[in-house]
């Protein structure tokens, strides 16, 4: 998706979300840095970040603050990292001067609510960097559940291609 069809979505004045759909809830946008990166930087600290109470997921936004042009920049390796290490696993993340969410989480909460955002620059940006092009990126997070706890049944991965060639066959399971 290119970054001139990326729209913002719009802020609320309401603390929390809530997608009925889906079942998603999720608070406001949190700064949490703004950053440029020199050529020795590896794995760096964004900032910290406390998620709510029971939340299984973090979405990062990341602004590209630097021009874009004439090439765009590579990805870099983004977590969050608590002293149980990347509980919520770590994503590819490419800048966007119109900024781009990324999503943390595996689907359970992380057993301490408390970490650092992080962010490793990549290799390819790093030699751009070397040759006085600046990397500057803004953070922002947030954090939800993305399931379960809705009260709304929810069917996740209900099709499955067949070995045999013949089509989908829906499976549904009960875990009540």
Known sequence: MSSQSRQRESQSSDASRRDSGRGLRFTDWSSVGTRTFTPDDLTEVVGSFVMDQDADTLWTRITLLSPATPWPWSYGILGFKTTSGYELGSVKAYPEVDSEVFRLGIGRPPSERSGVLTFEPR?????????GYPLTLKFECSSGVTGGGSGDPVVVNSFVRSSDGSGLQLVQVDFS
Request: glycine residues 0%; charged residues 10%; without cysteine.
């Open 123 to 131: 290799s390819f940006n790093l030699a751009w960097i070397k040759n």
